[in-house]
């Protein structure tokens, strides 16, 4: 499939905005669905509407299948071969709030937990306040001048023998690949639970779980893949998971309840307590067909291709400054950027006008920028059905941003 | 939809040179505010009259987008040496424009280019941060005089 016939399965892309086709470069906060995934959802309500794990009845068994049948789907997109170890949340800063709290009984006063300078709040506040109410020690590791993360610095932070290092494979502000396995090699030889944030990561490469190397859980959500809001993925080690104690309580994640004690469910709905987003399960199980169907590789493809051309393309604009590597290897079509004389604000007004979407802000990221002594930038993020004709609507409003903040001078 | 409405030359001029921009040595009472949208932020800082009743002194700093700081600027050149009772006026009416429930006539002077704003709702935070922040500045120093 090429770019064109990608763009006719996202009907959102025919929206008009202010009177312009719409250029939407904001895939990093959540990227559009095809209508594939609409439709599974749809199909579901119609046709199949009935609470999983319950009932004997017909539509029951329909809704368990279809719902269940996703962890297979994710075995296959993930080279795994174990269901168990898939939990369903409503997203990764849910995933993470259940890791923080089912590991806080571990971390006692004067541990160490291990986190980055270019972590998601997401990956970073749960962490935070853990070590807060614990009185551990909260470590944060740093980039180098390049945007790379310090691995020297890492090491050190290793020497402390953390017991919970958790870092993301890839930055939603920077946009290039952390060495997930070299890190997780690491963190492993210093004893500390790894814990991956692949929000991004799962947008924008293609690689198998095993490629990841000793970590214990790698996260994820379903809508920066084309899947619906509120779905996330946890995936867990199978004995890391059986060493965790339950997160919340209630329907599902049981198997009997005697008046004065409980008895819990197996992997993975230990982790699955009340009912579930079913048809937004279901609905991730059709996007990770979809983008079987372009093909990784295809996706990876394309998105260098879009590398190459937005490095190009806005290096050309003078007094833009991208933060992040301009390296083409490793990296995703995610460009921050401040511009001199505008702010990030007045930037994506300006663009909003042209019908481009991009976002303004600290990209819940506020200790990455506060590390550049910023407050915001702009980001563009791209995806693999976004062309090259769209990056030069983006650098012609950019000029345009400019002029208009120099009128006068 | 222009930018034209939005980005008014009195608004770009005092963007580009705000006034009372800076640090207030004799500050009696100050205030940071923060956008959680933008993570932008804005220190007030005022010196009131012995009696509570003048802004004798005003000032801002802080970082933020062209609105909020021709905003913040406009605000400090308007209440300066004003009484602390108008000040409040100013301020409920301004808001007031911002969120539709007042006619946009009721402001005038530079304030008025403002008024453009409204027409880009998720901007009119922007616009109205130092003068939420004034607003809560002044009431703390009521109560604290009070208590
Ligand atoms: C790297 C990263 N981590 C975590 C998140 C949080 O994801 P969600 O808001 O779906 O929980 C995001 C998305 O904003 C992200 O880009």
């Not at chain 1, 390049?146 to 993301?168: C, E, G, Q, W, Y």
């Not at chain 1, 409980?262 to 993975?268: A, D, G, Q």
Request: proline fraction near 4%.
């Amino acid at each position: 499939m090429d770019a064109q016939k990608i763009r006719e399965q996202f009907p959102i892309l025919r929206e008009r905005v202010n009177g312009k086709a719409l250029v939407y470069f904001d895939n990093g906060a959540t990227h559009p669905k095809p209508t594939s995934v609409v439709d599974a959802e749809v199909k579901f309500y119609h046709h199949d509407n009935a609470n999983v794990h319950r009932g004997v009845h017909a539509l029951s068994q329909r809704a368990t299948d279809s719902y269940e049948g996703v962890r297979n789907k994710l075995c296959k997109f993930f080279g795994t071969n174990n269901t168990q170890e898939y939990i369903f949340s409503s997203g990764t800063t849910a995933s993470f709030n259940l890791l923080s709290t089912t590991l806080a009984p571990r971390v006692e006063a004067g541990d160490t937990i291990v986190v980055t300078r270019m972590e998601h709040h997401a990956n970073f506040v749960p962490w935070q306040q853990l070590a807060l109410s614990k009185k551990a020690k909260f470590e944060i590791v740093e980039l180098k001048s390049d945007f790379t993360l310090d691995r020297d610095h890492f090491k050190r932070a290793m020497a402390m023998k953390p017991k919970i290092v958790s870092f993301s494979a890839m930055s939603n502000v920077l946009g290039h690949k952390n060495p997930v396995s070299e890190l997780a090699t690491l963190a492993k030889q210093a004893g500390a639970i790894v814990l991956v944030d692949g929000a991004q990561l799962v947008a924008h490469d293609e690689f198998k779980i095993s490629d990841l190397g000793l970590i214990d859980a790698f996260v994820f959500s379903a809508h920066k893949i084309s899947g619906p809001t509120g779905v996330g993925v946890m995936w867990a080690r199978e004995e890391f998971l059986k060493s965790l104690p339950p997160y919340q309580f209630g329907g599902d994640m049981i198997t009997f309840v005697e008046d004065q004690s409980t008895i819990w469910n197996e992997l993975p709905w230990k982790f699955e307590a009340g009912t579930p987003n079913i048809a937004g399960v279901i609905g991730l199980g059709a996007a990770l067909d979809f983008m079987t169907e372009i093909g990784r590789g295809n996706i990876l493809k394309l998105e260098h291709e879009l590398v190459k051309q937005g490095l190009a393309k806005l290096k050309q604009v003078k007094g833009l400054k991208i933060l992040g590597s301009e390296s083409h290897e490793g990296r995703a079509p995610i460009f921050s950027f401040i511009l001199e004389g505008v702010h990030p604000h007045d930037i994506a007004t300006l663009l909003d006008l042209e019908g481009i979407a991009v976002r303004a802000g600290h990209h819940c990221a506020q200790p990455l920028l506060r590390h550049f002594n910023q407050t915001a930038t702009t980001r563009a993020s791209l995806s693999y059905y976004n062309t090259a004709a769209e990056l030069d609507v983006l650098v012609s409003a950019i000029e345009n941003a400019k002029k208009v903040f120099s009128r006068g001078t | 939809m222009g930018h034209d409405a939005l980005y008014k030359e009195i608004i770009l001029e005092h963007h580009k040179d705000p006034r009372n921009h800076g640090l207030l040595e004799s500050a009696t009472a100050s205030i940071t505010k923060h956008n959680p949208l933008c993570g932008d932020n804005v220190t007030v800082q005022i010196k009131l009259s012995p009696d509570n009743k003048t802004v004798d002194d005003i000032m801002f700093s802080g970082s933020g987008c062209s609105i909020s700081v021709a905003s913040a600027s406009i605000l400090t050149d308007d209440v300066k040496g004003q009484s602390v009772e108008k000040t409040l006026k100013l301020i409920e009416q301004f808001r007031g424009v911002m969120q539709g429930n007042e006619k946009p006539e009721v402001l005038e002077g530079d304030v008025e280019a403002l008024t453009g704003v409204r027409q880009f709702p998720v901007r009119i935070k922007c616009a109205l941060l130092a003068w939420t922040a004034l607003k809560e500045l002044i009431e703390n120093q009521n109560k604290e005089k009070s208590a």
